[in-house]
């Protein structure tokens, strides 16, 4: 995956940074997910529904009707458990990229997606840090597009649960502000001594 990443990043792209999500924090976060609780309270209704019908007159006949019934019933049970199950292999396809031109992500457990958001798209950079992450001590970073992306169904793309999130932010941070900027005013209408965006700029 990794690899397969890299032969998208052009010939003219330097490579600033790459790695993968903190292992520990990856799987953490899939674990204890938004559905967790519901997936939790949804098997103990069921479960109780089959031990009930197990103690009723009749059980047999029951539960030949109410045995496949929940297994169709507890499918958020299952979908819960499939995402775990698949964790370590989305976690193995997990890849994270960042060149002077924009940001380079693979992702997915069965098909495997590959995303890439032009540094000239991002309006907004944002640090995110939740339990599993102050735990681990990691970060998210989150970018978002500006109004002017063509493709508003990718309007932000993440990286996710990495160790050095501080100086990945301020990187990213930076060259998103420099070509903006640059979008905003090209080169030869700004001040002369600013003239592309590894310079600096005049208050």
Request: charged content about 20%; glycine content about 6%; overall charge neutral.
């Amino acid at each position: 995956m990794e690899n397969d990443l890299k032969n998208l990043v052009g010939n003219d792209e330097q490579i600033l940074y790459e790695g993968k999500p903190n292992k520990k924090c990856f799987i953490f976060e899939s674990i204890f997910n938004p559905l967790m609780p519901f997936a939790l309270i949804w098997a103990f209704i069921d479960l109780g529904i089959l031990g009930a019908s197990i103690f009723m007159d009749g059980s047999e006949n029951i539960l030949f009707f109410v045995i496949p019934f929940l297994l169709i019933h507890m499918m958020p049970v299952w979908l819960y458990l499939g995402g775990v199950l698949l964790t370590f292999r989305n976690y193995k396809n997990t890849y994270y990229i960042v060149t002077g031109n924009g940001i380079y992500v693979s992702k997915g457990a069965f098909s495997k997606t590959y995303n890439h958001k032009p540094f000239a798209e991002l309006s907004h950079v944002d640090l995110h840090r939740g339990i599993f992450d102050q735990i681990f001590n990691v970060g998210d970073i989150i970018t978002t597009s500006s109004q002017f992306s063509s493709n508003s169904s990718n309007a932000s793309i993440h990286i996710n649960s990495i160790s050095n999130y501080t100086e990945v932010y301020n990187l990213i941070k930076k060259l998103q502000r420099d070509i903006y900027t640059d979008i905003m005013y090209p080169n030869d209408k700004r001040p002369t001594e600013n003239h592309g965006y590894n310079t600096k700029y005049r208050d």
